[in-house]
């Protein structure tokens, strides 16, 4: 007979870490395998406590699954289960030893520090996922750096191994609009297609330069080799792995609620051009 065994639970913080005694704070523990709640306990006189801890919503951001081997690897993240400390206004100062435990085991033991000067918690951000880097980062200020700082390596390899380029923008008409007048969305390609070669070709101009970026045509000519000559594909079949992927992540992640196909995203009209 072969008997199943749980993964056997553990921790890996109590926030905020300590706190001024007679006060009672709310303090978020972070907790591995607890399947929604576990037992609490912190040694010594003049400390109270919920015996019981239960899952609360988790603050850390844990991203979504990638399709990358490092994504495939196990891994797990903290969830944060909520208790309340009570410290008498006669609580020993120094540190306090806390722990939880379930069905499956006890967890490690971990401190929490009881003072006399009240916890500073700063309701600041650890780090931020943006369109636009914050004011403060473009300023040069040093409070803020890159968590990737070497992001265009990454991001080059990531593209050269999946085909995969995030998308800029895409083009909306109304649909009544597009019914009455079908070619409309066939022409907009093409203007919009256009506009973009002429754009990029300006990038690689040499003898007057169209941007004030020092040697630009001599990065446009290095990013051109990684595109194999194709910026920013326009169309459906050019960035089918991209779409496929989007369309995967938003169903998965709950944006969508069936997995949807670029086929059903787009006219058919723009699923393929010709040349007469």
Same mark, same amino acid.
């Given at each position: 007979?072969?008997?199943?065994?749980? $993964? =056997? =639970?553990?921790i $890996?913080?109590? *926030?905020?870490?300590?706190? !001024?005694?007679?006060?009672?704070?709310?303090?978020?523990?972070?907790g *591995?395998?607890?399947?929604?709640?576990?037992?609490?306990?912190?040694? %010594?006189?003049?400390?109270?406590? !919920?015996?019981?801890?239960?899952?609360?919503?988790?603050?850390?951001?844990? %991203?979504?699954?990638?399709?990358?081997?490092?994504? !495939?690897?196990?891994?797990n993240?903290?969830?944060?289960?909520?208790?309340?400390?009570?410290?008498? #206004?006669?609580?020993a100062?120094?540190?306090?030893?806390?722990?939880?435990?379930?069905?499956?085991?006890?967890?490690?033991?971990?401190?929490? @520090?009881?003072?006399?000067?009240?916890? @500073?918690?700063?309701?600041?951000?650890? #780090?931020?996922?943006?369109?636009?880097? =914050? +004011?403060? /980062? &473009?300023?040069?200020?040093?409070?803020?750096?890159?968590?990737?700082?070497?992001?265009?390596?990454? &991001?080059?390899?990531?593209f050269?191994?999946?085909?995969?380029?995030?998308?800029?923008?895409?083009?909306?008409?109304?649909?009544?609009?597009?019914?009455?007048?079908?070619w409309?969305?066939?022409?907009? *390609? +093409?203007? /919009?297609?256009?506009?973009?070669?002429?754009?990029?070709?300006?990038?690689?101009?040499?003898?007057?330069s169209?941007?004030?970026?020092?040697?630009?045509?001599?990065?446009?000519?290095?990013?051109?080799?990684?595109?194999?000559?194709e910026?920013w594909?326009?169309? @459906? $079949?050019?960035?089918r792995?991209?779409? &496929?992927? /989007?369309?995967?992540?938003?169903?998965?992640?709950?944006?969508? !609620?069936?997995?949807l196909?670029?086929?059903e995203?787009?006219?058919?009209?723009?699923?393929?051009?010709? +040349?007469?």
């Amino acid at each position: 007979m072969i008997t199943a065994q749980a $993964e =056997p =639970p553990d921790i $890996e913080y109590i *926030y905020p870490a300590g706190a !001024q005694r007679g006060t009672t704070v709310p303090v978020r523990v972070g907790g *591995y395998y607890f399947h929604g709640q576990a037992n609490f306990e912190m040694l %010594g006189n003049g400390v109270k406590f !919920q015996p019981v801890i239960k899952r609360t919503k988790t603050i850390w951001f844990e %991203g979504p699954l990638i399709y990358q081997p490092l994504s !495939q690897q196990s891994e797990n993240y903290p969830k944060d289960h909520f208790n309340e400390i009570g410290l008498a #206004a006669d609580a020993a100062l120094g540190i306090r030893f806390w722990r939880c435990w379930t069905s499956q085991g006890a967890t490690k033991v971990l401190k929490f @520090v009881i003072g006399d000067l009240p916890e @500073v918690i700063e309701k600041e951000i650890d #780090a931020i996922i943006t369109a636009h880097p =914050p +004011k403060l /980062f &473009e300023q040069g200020g040093s409070e803020i750096i890159r968590m990737i700082r070497d992001y265009q390596k990454l &991001e080059a390899a990531y593209f050269e191994e999946t085909g995969i380029l995030p998308i800029m923008h895409t083009i909306a008409v109304k649909s009544d609009l597009a019914d009455l007048h079908p070619w409309i969305m066939m022409n907009l *390609y +093409k203007a /919009f297609d256009e506009a973009k070669r002429n754009s990029v070709g300006r990038a690689f101009e040499m003898t007057a330069s169209r941007f004030p970026i020092p040697w630009g045509p001599h990065f446009a000519e290095q990013t051109a080799d990684l595109f194999e000559g194709e910026y920013w594909s326009y169309g @459906v $079949e050019p960035n089918r792995r991209t779409l &496929e992927a /989007f369309l995967l992540y938003a169903f998965e992640q709950g944006v969508c !609620q069936k997995h949807l196909k670029p086929e059903e995203l787009f006219p058919t009209s723009l699923l393929d051009s010709y +040349k007469i």
